[in-house]
Structures are given as structure tokens and as C-alpha cells.
């Protein structure tokens, strides 16, 4: 080997390493997926102040769909804009029960005491889905939202959540979810933001925000 050539992935030994390191992680992989046999709904959270939360929902919701689920969405505080998720999935009436009770962000809406009494209508349809079994995944869109602002109460909400059939997945997003629902969930994702869009002028547009 002359001093300009480069020793091979194989002369260095890189790939007996990888190899090595791969069978450690498959033994440790392994044994979690061997302790992990408990089957049964779930709740999972998606917040943070970081773009994908409902995103992340909805993609759950698609999945629920294509394994021949039937789900629900309740969308809470939006309302005033028709989304893409919204058009595409009421195509699906069968799988899909779709409901959108808010009216628009609050700074639009300016009404306290209107935002409370949809979010209070909302909950009523999102109780109505959490008591129904044959329904295997419900999202509630912006739940936190209504939450952190006390539109509705947290320990109430807690409480039917527990009261669901015991196979039935939720799937809750919004920025601020509340300690005791954060508490009370199964799986929790902060969206962290790194750079957004909007930040540099560009305004939302369909297919990627709306």
C-alpha cells in the first residue's frame, strides 16, 4: 500500500466494529421488546410551542385508519379556517367522525364567555367518543389550549379520560398541556422550535400549515 492510499472500511477493522455495536444493540432492543407485553389504550400528548403537533395527531389518526380503525376528531379553538386534514378526511365518513367546535383563534374571537361555552360543547362530543368502543382512536385537537386557559376543567376531563374503554387510543395536542394531564398520559412529546417559516415573512399556505 503506497503513502497515499487510504486503508479500507475493512483493513481498519470499521466494519467488525459496527457489526459488534450492532449485535449489543439488537441483544438490548431485543430484551426491552420482550419486558414490553402489556397491550391496552393509550394516551399521547403532543405540545410545546414548536410546529407538528396536530400534524403528528393526524398522522396517528391516518394510521389508526389504514389498520381498518374507526376514529374521531374533535378539533378544539380552531374552527374558522377549513383545514387540509379536515377536507381530506371527511372523505372518510365511515372511518372518520370529524367535528370542528371552535370558532377561531381567541385572539380573533375576543369573547371569553362564547370560547368557554364551545369549548363546554366540545367536551360534551369528545365525551360522547371516549364512551363509544368501537371507536379504537380518538384526537382532540387542541385540548391543551382550552385547558391552559381554563375553559374547561383538567380534572374533569382526567376522569373521563380514565373512564374510556380500556383499548381505546387518545391522542391530545396543543401548546401548555397541563402537569396533570402530562401526568396522567402515556406518552408526552415537547415540539421544540428551531426555525419556523413565519419568522422570516413567509406567510402559512395550504399543504404545509393549513
Partial sequence: MSD???????????DERHKNRMVRKKEVVDAKIAAAQAERGVIVITTGNGKGKSSSGFGMVVRAM???MR???VQFIKGAI???EEMFLRRFP??????VMGEGYTWETQDRARDVAKAEAAWEVARRMLRDPSIGLVMFDELNIALKLHYLDVETVIADLKAR??????VITGRGAPPALVEAADTVTDMTPVKHAFQQGIKAQRGVEM
Fill in 4 to 14: 497515499t492510499e487510504q486503508p479500507s472500511q475493512t483493513d481498519d477493522g470499521r
Fill in 82 to 84: 377549513p383545514s387540509g
Fill in 66 to 68: 389504514g389498520h381498518g
Fill in 71 to 73: 376514529t374521531g376528531v
Fill in 94 to 99: 365511515e372511518q372518520c367522525e370529524f367535528h
Fill in 165 to 170: 374503554p380500556a383499548m381505546q387510543h387518545v
